[in-house]
């Protein structure tokens, strides 16, 4: 309606341009809540997008656009800074570098969602240096169900604003564990913007926990191992140091996330490892720089959203000037892995590389709690430090696989591949049945979680053992090639033993299931005859009947081991059923 009433001023209006704006901004106030409360209060989700409403029915050089549902019922909203008012990303990425920036994933760490108007509305004004060769987008709320979802007590640790949304969504998913498994109508519509936007720099604005310190500014960029190539490279090397310079050139301390619960931060801390269930590790597998902006729960409201938007306007200044570099970057990195012939993950600290920070803390003594009687952490900020802390900041990969021509996976696991369509994951159906030799695996061994994490209980230390087989492949069954845009997603979801895979979402948990058995009456009888018709077998059962107590006392489990080793067991029971095409 804002818009349409805007469309008619300006058609009957015989004023210049210039002077029309003047007259529309006149109808408008975009001073945010928080400038309003002096710096203590966040805009409401309905305050927020009626704000990005009118600030595209005002200026041309910002655009709002609308995408599918969240779990909320409402729609995923981006808003689109252009200087050029072109607003087709097609056609943007080609000469320009994009930023995207998202907002309230968590919404009680409301921080990004205020500066990032100011942000938006200073652009719009031409009251800031305007980037020249990037476009900046944003998502104003991600998780609507959260904010909606408004209160003044569960951030219990935060210092302001006053009121602010809660962290799970509609659903109560953390939607910051949720971008492989996509649990949500918010993660399924993030995936159509992502790919719509195709940004290549990722910018998502929380709140941080843990120890207390001096800095009100700390960043958590993608571990740039993990990254890997060029890209890994230039996060560590170049854009990580431009960014802490240009801050500090406007006075503002930063230091990476401090990674410490429990503990004092100058024992040393590491880098956090932002595994693909994260925001900025989903993105890094597209190609897509990421960080997260982590301020302090402890420092006051105002001082850590004007933090952030420095930060959000030093990272734009950076795109700007590299962005011919980052977009080179971002092609010669898929190249590159296409090219590669194994795939490193799983990556740990590695203990042997370390780094060095300046770190300002605070001092801190463990003294008897009032409430419990043992030891607490007691921060004293009156006795502020600056001492050499040991960051570790280099990882490794504990695992390594091949990398396949492809894979196949079977029309019957629909959930899987409705998330690979969803990701713009190439998919060529068999036009026939047919028959292949394919790598196959056999899930060895794995550990499952005992409490829910969110919605799943997730499997970990993955092992599989492999074997090559013909298998019966029907029309309608897919083949997936590597050589495409998503191979690192395709690496790091279809690999079984990877720390974020399907597999280990429990997607594929049927198959751990045995579906047919025996009677071990009848059964008896059978397994004499395979023993005396298999001698080897019988000399294995034998073998381990003499060096395997527990087995030797289990009746059942003698037969079990018979069952298995005879044509009658299932051959789909642990079977993984994504099967590999190697080169």
């Known amino acids: 309606m804002k818009k349409i009433l805007v469309l008619a001023i300006t058609a009957i209006c015989l004023s210049s341009c210039d002077f029309s704006n003047y007259i529309l901004e006149?109808?408008?106030?975009?001073?945010?809540?928080?400038?309003?409360?002096?710096?203590?209060?966040?805009?409401?989700?309905?305050?927020?997008?009626?704000?990005?409403?009118?600030?595209?029915?005002?200026?041309?050089?910002?655009?709002?656009?609308?995408?599918?549902?969240?779990?909320?019922?409402?729609?995923?909203?981006?808003?689109?800074?252009?200087?050029?008012?072109?607003?087709?990303?097609?056609s943007l990425g080609k000469d320009h570098s994009v930023v995207l920036i998202m907002n309230g994933i968590h919404p009680g760490e409301s921080d990004g969602i205020d500066a990032t108007m100011m942000l938006f509305r200073d652009l719009a004004q031409d009251s800031i240096v305007l980037p020249e060769n990037t476009v900046i987008a944003t998502i104003p709320i991600y998780n609507i169900g959260g904010a909606l979802n408004r209160n003044s007590f569960t951030r219990t640790n935060q210092n302001g604003p006053k009121s602010y949304g809660f962290r799970g969504n509609a659903r109560n998913f953390d939607l910051n564990r949720d971008f492989v498994k996509a649990d949500t109508k918010n993660t399924r519509t993030f995936y159509e913007l992502f790919h719509h936007v195709n940004p290549d720099i990722f910018i998502d604005t929380h709140v941080s926990n843990g120890a207390d310190y001096q800095y009100t500014l700390t960043h958590l960029f993608t571990q740039h191992d993990q990254m890997g190539g060029q890209m890994g490279s230039y996060l560590k090397t170049d854009l990580r140091p431009a960014l802490e310079k240009a801050l500090r050139k406007k006075k503002w301390d930063i230091t990476p996330y401090v990674n410490v619960f429990g503990d004092v931060p100058e024992k040393g801390f590491s880098q956090f490892l932002d595994i693909p269930r994260y925001s900025t590790g989903y993105t890094s597998l597209w190609g897509t720089l990421g960080m997260m902006i982590e301020t302090h729960m402890l420092k006051p409201y105002d001082q850590r959203v004007r933090g952030t938007y420095e930060i959000l306007r030093s990272m734009i200044d950076i795109a700007d000037e590299d962005s011919e570099l980052i977009k080179k970057l971002r092609a010669q990195d898929l190249r590159d892995f296409q090219a590669k012939k194994s795939y490193a993950f799983d990556f740990k600290v590695d203990s042997s590389k370390t780094s060095t920070l300046k770190f300002k803390g605070y001092e801190a003594e463990r003294i008897p709690s009032e409430v419990t009687g043992f030891d607490r952490i007691k921060y004293d900020t009156t006795r502020p430090f600056t001492k050499e802390v040991t960051y570790y900041n280099n990882f490794k990969p504990t695992r390594e696989v091949g990398i396949p021509q492809g894979y196949i996976i079977s029309q019957a696991w629909w959930p899987v591949l409705e998330l690979l369509e969803m990701n713009k994951v190439n998919m060529v159906p068999f036009e026939k049945d047919t028959t292949m030799m394919v790598e196959v695996y056999r899930i060895k061994d794995y550990k499952t979680r005992n409490r829910s994490y969110e919605g799943h209980f997730p499997h970990s230390n993955v092992e599989v053992e492999s074997s090559q087989q013909k298998i019966n492949i029907r029309k309608g069954d897919y083949f997936i090639p590597i050589k495409q845009r998503a191979a690192k997603y395709l690496m790091a979801t279809l690999e079984p033993q990877a720390p974020d895979s399907f597999f280990s979402w429990n997607f594929f948990d049927s198959v751990l299931q045995q579906k047919e058995g025996f009677s071990p009456y009848v059964f008896e009888d059978v397994a004499r005859e395979i023993l005396d018709d298999y001698p080897e077998i019988e000399e294995e059962f034998l073998k381990l009947k003499e060096s395997d107590r527990e087995f030797a006392s289990n009746w059942y489990a003698q037969l079990e081991w018979i069952h298995r080793k005879s044509e009658h067991y299932e051959k789909s029971h642990l079977r993984y059923p994504v099967f590999r095409v190697n080169r």
Do not use: C, W
């Open 26 to 90: 006149q109808d408008y106030d975009f001073t945010t809540r928080f400038e309003k409360s002096g710096g203590t209060e966040t805009g409401t989700y309905t305050e927020v997008i009626d704000f990005y409403e009118d600030l595209a029915a005002v200026y041309s050089t910002v655009d709002l656009q609308i995408f599918g549902e969240t779990d909320s019922g409402e729609p995923l909203h981006l808003m689109v800074y252009s200087r050029n008012k072109n607003f087709d990303f097609e």
